[in-house]
Structure formats: structure tokens, C-alpha cells
């Protein structure tokens, strides 16, 4: 039951951000306990494609360390509206009009997750959309290099393929 496990995922990150009220947006405070260690460089890397009313996204989350998480999620955010229906790739869910979130699963020190394809229709076709990738959820890890997690990428209604 994947979509449990994203819902838990989505839940824990909510719950997480309403008890760190002096993290960044979209990151949840460091645990107290051994947790509160932990550490991790959680980076991005892949293509987007926009065709007509069609948004392709294809990407795969890496860890460049120094601990391994156990999930972390990912956002992806839309200058332009989703269509009312998708079909949402596993461990995806949709978080908003404009928003999508996905678990990454294991992400192993100095190791790369699951490969995360996302197929989304929008609402009516753009000349253009600015995606924005970043993470959502950690576990609470530290990540001191927001560089390599947080991408904004402009795609063109031409077909091509942009990589970030």
C-alpha cells in the first residue's frame, strides 16, 4: 500500500513543520536525541520535457552523505495549474493546484534513490512553465548544501528536454 506510506510521509512532514517553527519553509527542525545528528546531502538531478498540456519530469535523488536516510520527499512545484485529474506516479501525491510531492525511499549514503518519472497533464496548454524541485521532508537531517536540492527550471512548449 504505497499511497499510505506517502500519506505517512506527507503527514510526518506537516506534523514536522508545525513543530519547527524556526526552520525554513518546507524543513522540519532537527530531532532531539540521537537523531539530532544526522546528516545527510540530499541532491536532484534530471529533465523536464513540456509538450502541449503535457509535463514530463524524470529525476533521481542522491546522497552524497554523511548518513543514509531512510525517506526524504521531494516537492515539485508548478507556475502553472494541474489538471483536475493525474495519474500520479508510486509514492506521489498530489499536494496542491500547482503541487506535487514524492518519496524518494531509501537513499543510501553516497548512493541514489528510486528514479521518480512524473507524467502530469495541466489544466490548458502554456507557452512556457517554471518547475521548481526541492525537499519537502528529510527525517529532520541536516542539509548544509541547498545548492544541489533546489532547482528551478524554465521549459519551453518545444518539445525539448531541459536538465538541471
Same mark, same amino acid.
Given at each position: 500500500?504505497?499511497?499510505?506510506?506517502?500519506?505517512?510521509?506527507?503527514?510526518?512532514?506537516?506534523?514536522?513543520?508545525?513543530?519547527?517553527?524556526?526552520?525554513?519553509?518546507?524543513?522540519?527542525?532537527?530531532?532531539?536525541?540521537?537523531?539530532?545528528?544526522?546528516?545527510?546531502? =540530499?541532491?536532484?538531478?534530471?529533465? =523536464?520535457?513540456?509538450?502541449?498540456?503535457?509535463?514530463?519530469?524524470?529525476?533521481?535523488?542522491?546522497?552524497?552523505?554523511?548518513?543514509?536516510?531512510?525517506?526524504?520527499?521531494?516537492?515539485?512545484?508548478?507556475?502553472?495549474?494541474?489538471?483536475?485529474?493525474?495519474?500520479?506516479?508510486?509514492?506521489?501525491?498530489?499536494?496542491?493546484?500547482?503541487?506535487?510531492?514524492?518519496?524518494?525511499?531509501?537513499?543510501?549514503?553516497?548512493?541514489?534513490?528510486?528514479?521518480?518519472?512524473?507524467?502530469?497533464?495541466?489544466?490548458?496548454?502554456?507557452?512556457?512553465?517554471?518547475?521548481?524541485?526541492?525537499?519537502?521532508?528529510?527525517?529532520?537531517?541536516?542539509?548544509?548544501?541547498?545548492?544541489?536540492?533546489?532547482?528551478?527550471?524554465?521549459?519551453?512548449?518545444?518539445?525539448?528536454?531541459?536538465?538541471?
Amino acid at each position: 500500500m504505497r499511497r499510505g506510506a506517502v500519506r505517512s510521509v506527507v503527514v510526518a512532514g506537516l506534523l514536522a513543520l508545525g513543530a519547527g517553527a524556526g526552520a525554513p519553509p518546507g524543513w522540519a527542525s532537527a530531532p532531539a536525541g540521537p537523531e539530532a545528528e544526522a546528516e545527510a546531502d =540530499v541532491a536532484y538531478h534530471g529533465r =523536464v520535457h513540456l509538450s502541449g498540456a503535457r509535463l514530463r519530469i524524470w529525476l533521481v535523488p542522491e546522497n552524497d552523505g554523511p548518513t543514509a536516510l531512510a525517506n526524504a520527499t521531494l516537492r515539485v512545484r508548478l507556475s502553472a495549474e494541474l489538471a483536475d485529474r493525474q495519474q500520479l506516479a508510486e509514492g506521489c501525491a498530489r499536494a496542491g493546484v500547482r503541487e506535487v510531492v514524492c518519496e524518494t525511499g531509501p537513499l543510501p549514503l553516497h548512493g541514489r534513490g528510486r528514479h521518480i518519472g512524473l507524467a502530469l497533464a495541466l489544466r490548458e496548454r502554456v507557452p512556457e512553465v517554471v518547475v521548481r524541485v526541492d525537499t519537502w521532508w528529510n527525517g529532520g537531517a541536516t542539509d548544509r548544501n541547498h545548492v544541489n536540492n533546489e532547482h528551478v527550471v524554465l521549459a519551453l512548449d518545444t518539445g525539448d528536454a531541459y536538465a538541471f
